[in-house]
């Protein structure tokens, strides 16, 4: 059973915890980051005991998030006990990775955004009018008593950046806006924040160079896709803005990444301008937002590429 909670709830149970563990989704982005990273420094300037943890490679991108040091991996023979732990930003069991069976604890707390929450948690704060699960966390912090500092203000308004495409995407609302405008009260430099995301390192746009050679259409250029297939796949280059370049071509309505992670493992990210994508992503047990979605498929990228485009097709059909 899952219990939803209010703002006030979960901040109580926050507060009534005095070890917590606090877990990032695997495939770590801007916002799962910056949002445990927040809130991991606010139960921390309460006195509490916090683990930060995530399953799974920081993309160097974000190692100038304040305190992204602290992040530890669990064994899978460990056994962490905990009075809380509180997972951020993931939407289902499967992208928390072994958090849920390394640590010892009575309750999992989800916070996130995401309308296709599987509800695994035993407890959820879930707003999925948020723009990003910091946007969230911006309003849980305040509603502990904690007064922010410019780290915390930092890693909040970087996880808005990463999930609305620098104030860009529809998700983006007054209150996203009026959250990132507080935060700059607290010291937050948007430029610094700005170029420390853009910044590409040289085998990215090396990558992505070989990644534009696959672009294909299909539909009339209603869909468009690109493609890493295993022998360019290479763990370390960050791929995350890949998918904007079909996602920005005129006409096309829905674009997607594939990305074969390993043999016979591809990952899926869509983009749509008018299709529901995370209900298309939820049919392959992935998940998300209307216009951004992603899934993994447990087949080579041909296979996976000819089972998604096919359900994709019908969806604009
Ligand atoms: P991405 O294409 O990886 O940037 O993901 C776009 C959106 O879909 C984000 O909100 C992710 O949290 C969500 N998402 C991506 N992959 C998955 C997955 N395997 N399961 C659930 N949600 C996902
Ligand atoms: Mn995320
Ligand atoms: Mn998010």
């Known amino acids: ?33 910056g949002s445990t990273l927040a809130l991991g420094r606010a139960l921390q300037s309460l006195g509490k005991e916090v683990i930060l943890n995530v399953d799974d490679d920081i993309p160097d991108v974000f190692r100038f998030l304040p305190g992204i040091d602290a992040y530890r991996r669990f064994a899978a023979d460990e056994q962490v006990p905990a009075d ?8 289902s069991a499967d992208r928390v990775g072994n958090a849920l069976q390394v640590v010892r ?25 948020a723009a990003a699960t910091a946007e969230i966390t911006f309003d849980l912090v305040r509603a502990l008593g ?28 007054a209150h996203t806006l009026r959250t990132a405008a507080d935060l700059l009260a607290y010291g937050v430099d948007p ?5 420390s995301m853009e910044v590409k390192d040289r085998p990215q746009i090396e990558l992505l160079g070989k990644v534009l050679e696959t672009l294909t259409f299909r539909k009339d250029g209603r869909i468009a896709y690109v493609e890493i297939p295993l022998s360019l796949y290479d763990h370390n280059v ?12 005129k006409g096309v309505e829905v674009a997607l990444l594939f990305k074969e992670v390993e043999a016979g493992l591809t990952r899926v990210s869509f983009r749509s301008q008018t299709a529901d ?30 089972i998604v485009l096919n359900v994709v097709e019908a969806a604009l059909a």
Do not use: W
């Not at 430029?191 to 170029?195: N, T, V």
């Open 191 to 195: 430029g610094y924040i700005s170029d």
């Open 238 to 249: 960050n791929t995350d803005s890949f998918v904007s370049y079909p996602r920005y071509i």
């Open 84 to 91: 809380l732990l509180v997972v951020m930003d993931a939407s």
């Open 146 to 173: 904690v007064s922010l500092d410019k780290e915390t203000a930092t890693c909040i308004y970087e996880g808005l950046y990463a999930d609305t495409g620098s104030f860009k995407y529809s998700n983006t609302t």
């Open 1 to 33: 059973m899952c219990k939803i909670l209010t703002m006030e709830e979960t901040a109580a149970l926050l507060k009534g915890a005095r070890k917590l563990v606090l877990v990032s989704h695997i495939s770590p982005d801007g916002d799962t980051l």
């Open 277 to 306: 994508v995370a209900k298309i992503a939820l049919g392959f047990q992935g998940g998300g937002h209307q216009k951004a979605a992603g899934c993994s498929i447990h087949a080579p990228l041909a296979e996976a590429k000819k």
């Open 105 to 129: 604890t009575g309750t999992v707390l989800n916070i996130d955004h995401h309308k296709t929450n599987t509800r695994f948690a035993d407890a959820l704060y879930l707003d999925d009018k």
